[in-house]
């Protein structure tokens, strides 16, 4: 999967092992780089994080404080290097009508729950599955995920001052044009900063981050749920939970395949996926509302800002906790209209504008197309990646198995033997399971067949009890005709599930 440059990209920066801290200490220019990215990535999330403790239904301080524990802990935790997580939109409305309907301390025991399904899951080699989602889905959750980000900034081009559309716009062209000049500092840093100074000093009434909610004035402490500890409670928090922690493990599995995509690198998903729970404990215990990877975020992080190790992760987190306690007056003056153009911008950079090409979209069968636009269309009405995700892998599934079925094909020929007799012989090609063998009952010549019948199945195999319950139907009706029937050519592990369940089926 290939995203196209654009102009406020910065050039990707070499690949690193995950040993790159070293490297990275010890060599001023990329330390400079990774802190850089990290004051980036935390402006960005300062109202990210305020927007979905909206959602949630919970104070803006518990928002912030997550996106602080969670990408300090993952920076440590986790097991892909310069991947941002923080407090999201989807782990919002999975806990929502837990905080509406039992209070924040329920919400804070379900994150803490969540977070220690996901180490089970972890531990049970969950981040395998990830074999199973193929690429047009991943195009898709791409693609949908650039249109969300674009949509999220709506809401705040809509009945605001007529000064809002130039200022986005000056941002744009800032980190379009600056890349062409310099990469010394990221554009979308510049952006910013640049649309804050003008803004105040032009005395411009602009919204600004202080619109979107309160900034906390204190650390986060540590605390434990004030909720009775009993199967009740379990059964109310439980589902929450488990909801919480596959969408978390999802989003943030497929984060991490798409940020190895863009920097050519390996990560450790089961190291991840621990690294999710466990980060949502700690996150948990300090009042926070869970989280996982932020796909928005990471893209700042590492297409515009270049970021490529741990510190820029752990910088974020440090910097948006300095920025919101101790800088929150200067912080709550930054307009909206500057981190807007930032998302856009991200969400042109996300997007996989090749796959919407017309000579793409002529080329790539049109099964692939179909789970790609399935993924998108699911995804941008529930605003949900992971029931979006696991919509176009069903799809996906289903048309394989559609096309695969027809690859299964029955020839049929009169041998004869060597007694003068002769008998009739079927050769099966193709891989025979519940979709393909449903046919085979039908494609044989039970009546006109001579008295013995072959049925090679050397050229094929047998993936399930639901093809040999149909070569058990095929024999059953010959021997009904007072014929015999003999399989042949069987490989070993066809063999092997067809004298195990042969008879034995209902």
Avoid at 123 to 146: D, E
């Amino acid at each position: 999967m290939t995203t196209p440059a654009l102009p406020a990209e910065r050039p990707a920066a070499p690949a690193l092992p995950d040993d790159s801290v070293r490297h990275a200490l010890r060599t001023p220019s990329i330390l400079r780089r990774e802190m850089v990215a990290g004051l980036v990535v935390a402006l960005a999330l300062i109202p990210e994080a305020i927007s979905f403790s909206i959602i949630a239904g919970v104070d803006p301080r518990v928002g912030l404080f997550a996106s602080f524990t969670m990408a300090v802990s993952i920076a440590f935790l986790g097991g892909r290097p310069a991947m941002i997580s923080a407090a999201t939109g989807a782990i919002a409305l999975v806990i929502a009508p837990v905080s509406r309907e039992y209070g924040l301390d329920y919400l804070i025991a379900t994150v803490i729950l969540g977070g220690i399904l996901q180490l089970l899951l972890g531990l049970a080699g969950v981040a395998k599955l990830m074999r199973f989602v193929p690429r047009s889905v991943m195009v898709g959750f791409v693609n949908a995920l650039a249109i969300l980000i674009f949509l999220a900034q709506l809401p705040h081009l809509v009945d605001v001052p007529a000064l809002v559309y130039p200022a986005v716009l000056l941002g744009i062209l800032v980190m379009v044009a600056l890349p062409r000049i310099t990469n010394v500092v990221p554009a979308p840093l510049v952006a910013i900063v640049l649309l804050t100074a003008i803004t105040l000093a032009a005395g411009f009434a602009l919204p600004d981050v202080g619109d979107e909610g309160d900034l906390p004035e204190s650390l986060p402490s540590l605390l434990f749920p004030d909720v009775p500890l009993t199967m009740e409670t379990l059964r109310i928090i439980a589902p929450y939970a488990l909801a919480l922690a596959l969408v978390g493990l999802l989003e943030s599995l497929l984060t991490a395949k798409l940020v190895d995509d863009i920097t050519d690198t390996h990560s450790d998903k089961s190291r991840e996926s621990l690294g999710q729970g466990a980060a949502n404990v700690i996150t948990g215990f300090f009042g926070g509302m869970g989280g996982c990877a932020m796909i928005g975020q990471t893209m700042i992080n590492v297409k515009a800002s270049g970021a490529r190790t741990r510190i820029s992760t752990f910088c974020a987190g440090i910097f948006l906790l300095i920025l919101v306690v101790g800088f929150g007056d200067v912080v709550g003056m930054i307009p909206m209209a500057a981190l807007v153009a930032v998302m856009i911008m991200v969400a042109v950079a996300t997007f996989d504008w090749h796959s919407v090409a017309p000579a793409t979209l002529r080329r790539m069968p049109k099964s692939e197309t179909t789970v790609m636009l399935s993924t998108v269309a699911v995804v941008v009405t529930t605003h949900n990646l992971a029931i979006g995700v696991v919509v176009g892998v069903l799809v996906a599934m289903t048309l394989f198995a559609r096309r695969v079925a027809h690859l299964a094909a029955v020839r049929r020929e009169l041998v004869e033997d060597e007694h003068g007799g002769a008998h009739a012989r079927y050769t099966v090609t193709g891989m025979l399971f519940f979709a393909s063998s449903n046919d085979l009952y039908a494609q044989f010549e039970y009546a006109a067949d001579p008295d013995r019948v072959v049925i090679d199945l050397s050229a094929s195999h047998v993936w399930d009890a639901s093809t040999v319950a149909a070569l058990d139907g095929i024999t059953t009706k010959y021997e009904r005709k007072h014929k015999t029937v003999e399989i042949v050519g069987l490989n070993e592990a066809s063999a092997h599930m067809h004298d195990r369940l042969t008879g034995r089926l209902p």
